[in-house]
Nanobody, 117 residues
Framework: VQLQAFGGGLVQAGGSLRLSCDTS????????MEWYRQAPGKQRELVAT???????NYADSVKGRFTISRDSAKNTVYLQMNSLKPEDTAVYYC????????????WGQGTQVTVSS
């Protein structure tokens, strides 16, 4: 099982980025897909969640600005980030959690998002 996240970069405040997370190993249908982020000196926090049925949930800090989506044909999950703020600066990670066995979780490598003021 592999998760590969990419799409991070440097953007000015108010700008947009789209993160992608490619998955392999046949996990897409049986896993909840999530994006987390970790800023320097802070704990990793859950940003957005999408189920296999495409139900979504967001952290209060990103509601109305971020959109999580998934493309089953491509086995890819996305995080569209609009109206970015400096406080969104963090390393973003995609994660896959098994629907039935919640102890089974996979992580991708992080992708750095830096928002300048």
């Amino acid at each position: 099982v592999q998760l590969q996240a990419f799409g991070g970069g440097l953007v000015q405040a108010g700008g947009s980025l789209r993160l992608s997370c490619d998955t392999s190993g046949g996990i897409f249908r049986n896993f909840i897909m999530e994006w987390y982020r970790q800023a320097p000196g802070k704990q990793r926090e859950l940003v957005a969640t999408i189920t296999s049925g495409s139900s979504t949930n967001y952290a209060d800090s990103v509601k109305g600005r971020f959109t999580i989506s998934r493309d089953s044909a491509k086995n890819t999950v996305y995080l569209q980030m609009n109206s970015l703020k400096p406080e969104d600066t963090a390393v973003y990670y995609c994660s896959a959690q098994n629907v039935l066995l919640r102890s089974i979780r996979y992580w991708g490598q992080g992708t750095q998002v830096t928002v300048s003021s």
